[in-house]
């Protein structure tokens, strides 16, 4: 049977918004982020991050800060018990840095390279599952492949909301306050829709 999995925007979702996490001691997880992803574990959802890092290919820092940060992620995630299944990233950007990290390339969200990857290798039914961001361009790109889409007032979610939300053309599925109230709604709309089905 074909698995369900959320999908997570890192920065501003699961951490602090800082801009470019160019140091390990500029990433920290906002407080509920942990409790969300073990509620996650413990109903038997994947849990896999996509995120952007074109911070490479601008030259703000080099490719292997992205997995000592993920080193360090998963490190805290772990202390609490809770463990993401996946983390998929892309380094490139269109028009700025130098090969190969300037790149056109298919990974770098809204392009849908990540969660077509992360549906091949893990079996994921895309119209069950879900992408959680806290920008509309997470929601845009999360629809686009069919995925329910939660928006956190999180990292830049409050400002876009407050500031640009009448030009939006999309609407999430739902808005939650931080990562654990989205993974909240999800369960439980997850648990609805099974109901539906019996």
């Avoid at 951490?15 to 969300?36: C, D, M, P, W």
């Avoid at 490719?63 to 463990?83: F, Q, T």
């Avoid at 380094?91 to 849908?112: E, N, V």
């Avoid at 790109?141 to 053309?169: A, C, N, P």
Wanted: proline share 4%.
């Amino acid at each position: 049977m074909s698995k369900i999995a959320v999908f997570i925007d890192r920065d501003g979702t699961m951490s602090e918004e800082v801009g470019y996490v160019n140091h390990l001691s500029r990433f920290k997880l906002l407080q509920n982020t942990a409790a969300a992803i073990k509620l996650l574990n413990d109903a038997g959802i994947l849990a896999i991050v996509a995120t952007n890092q074109a911070g490479v290919a601008r030259g703000y820092f080099v490719e292997d800060m992205i997995g000592k940060v993920h080193e360090k992620l998963k490190n805290e995630l772990a202390a609490s018990g809770a463990h993401l299944d996946a983390i998929y990233y892309c380094p490139h950007h269109p028009s700025a840095g130098k090969p190969p990290y300037r790149a056109d390339c298919d990974c770098r969200k809204p392009r849908p390279g990540m969660i077509l990857r992360a549906k091949d290798e893990f079996g994921i039914d895309l119209q069950r599952s879900y992408m959680i961001g806290d920008k509309i361009s997470d929601v845009e790109f999360g629809q686009k492949l069919g995925l329910k889409s939660v928006m956190v007032m999180t990292g830049y979610g409050i400002g876009e909301y407050e500031h640009q939300r009448q030009d939006w053309k999309t609407t999430p599925d739902f808005m939650a306050e931080d990562l654990l109230g989205a993974v909240k709604w999800i369960i439980e709309d997850i648990a609805a829709s099974r109901r539906k089905s019996l």
